[in-house]
C-alpha cells in the first residue's frame, strides 16, 4: 500500500511538471505571435507594430472589396483617436480590428495618436501586400 501511494505522488508530481510546462507554452505563444510571420496562411510579408493575426475581406454595396485586418498589438501601451471625439487605449497584447479599402496592391496600416506632452505621433502598425 505504501508502494502504491508513492508511485501515485511520483505520477501527480509529474503531471504537474507537464501541467506547468504546458502553461509555459501556452503562455509564451502570444509574445512569439508579435514578431511571427503571417506568410503561412496568406504569403505576406509584414512589418510594423503589430503582428496580422487574422484577415477576412467582404463586399461592400457598390461591390468593392473591403478588407478587415486583426493586429496583434506589440508595441508600448498608446491611447489612439478612433474618431476625433473618442479615444482608445491600446495595450500590449491587444486585438484591434481595422477596416479599409483596397488600393494598388499594398496598404500600410496606421495609427496615430497624441503623446502625453501633447505632441501628435504615428505608428505603423502593420504593413503589407493585400491578397489577390
Known amino acids: 500500500m505504501r508502494k502504491l501511494r508513492g508511485l501515485w505522488n511520483l505520477f501527480l508530481y509529474h503531471l504537474r511538471s507537464l501541467f506547468s510546462l504546458f502553461l509555459i507554452a501556452v503562455l509564451s505563444f502570444g509574445f512569439v505571435g508579435c514578431v511571427s510571420s503571417f ?8 512589418e510594423g507594430l503589430g503582428h496580422i493575426s487574422d484577415m477576412k475581406t ?5 461591390g468593392e472589396s473591403l478588407y478587415y485586418a486583426k493586429i496583434w498589438y506589440c508595441a ?5 483617436p478612433v474618431t476625433h471625439r473618442t479615444y482608445e487605449k491600446l495595450w500590449i497584447g491587444q486585438n484591434v480590428y481595422l477596416k479599409f479599402f483596397p488600393d ?3 496598404r500600410e ?4 495618436w497624441w503623446a502625453t ?15 489577390e
Open 104 to 106: 494598388d496592391g499594398s
Open 39 to 46: 506568410e503561412r496562411n496568406w504569403g505576406l510579408k509584414e
Open 109 to 112: 496600416i496606421t495609427y496615430s
Open 76 to 80: 508600448k501601451e498608446i491611447t489612439v
Open 58 to 62: 467582404e463586399k461592400n454595396e457598390t
Open 117 to 131: 506632452d501633447g505632441s501628435f505621433e504615428r505608428a505603423l502598425l502593420g504593413k503589407f501586400k493585400m491578397p
